[in-house]
């Protein structure tokens, strides 16, 4: 069965100091399976430009600063953008799962990455989704992520990528439990 976060009582509250998404992603499965004692999954997922040198990466969601919020972070975006042409423009969204089972006979860490290549928009088109969605541009799809529908996004994005990866790697982490 799947507990989440919220249903714990005062679990630790984790900061988010790694200089990595993996870094994130393992220290909150660590520190919160240590804390519930189950199997527990956490992510750390954001936005890596190639012209910012994989900015804001980590800082994804703090991009803009303490009052930081997602119309700060993708007006900031464009800025350092400006100039930049649309050809080298070049992005990816990542999403790193960490799964860690402080289970006796089973205990142990693993990582699954997702990746979803596309490139910054010179302005936002669409309003679904959040974050930095409305500029990032899929070109197989020809849109932007703000212009999909959830289903179609899911299927495509990242964090559907990485999770694919673990519903595949699950029969054999555990294989007595059902596939998640």
Do not use: M
Not at 93 to 107: D, Q, Y
Request: charged share 30%.
């Amino acid at each position: 069965r799947a507990v989440s976060l919220r249903s714990l009582i005062s679990p630790p509250e984790v900061i988010e100091d790694g200089d990595s998404f993996e870094k994130n992603a393992l220290k909150k499965a660590q520190t919160l399976a240590a804390f519930s004692g189950l199997v527990t999954l956490a992510d750390d997922s954001g936005l890596e430009v190639d012209a910012l040198r994989g900015a804001p990466g980590v800082y994804s969601a703090r991009y803009s600063g303490p009052e930081a919020d997602d119309v700060r972070n993708n007006e900031k975006l464009l800025r350092e953008l400006i100039g930049v042409p649309q050809e080298k423009r070049s992005a990816r969204f990542a999403c790193v799962l960490a799964l860690r089972s402080p289970l006796p006979g089973r205990e142990g860490k693993w990582i699954f990455r997702g990746e979803c290549a596309g490139r910054i928009a010179l302005s936002p088109r669409g309003r679904n989704g959040f974050g930095y969605d409305p500029l990032f541009f899929y070109p197989p799809l020809g849109k932007t992520f703000g212009e999909l529908d959830r289903k179609v996004k899911d299927a495509v994005s990242h964090r559907g990528k990485a999770l694919q990866k673990l519903r595949e790697a699950w029969p054999s982490l555990f294989p007595s439990n059902h596939n998640p």
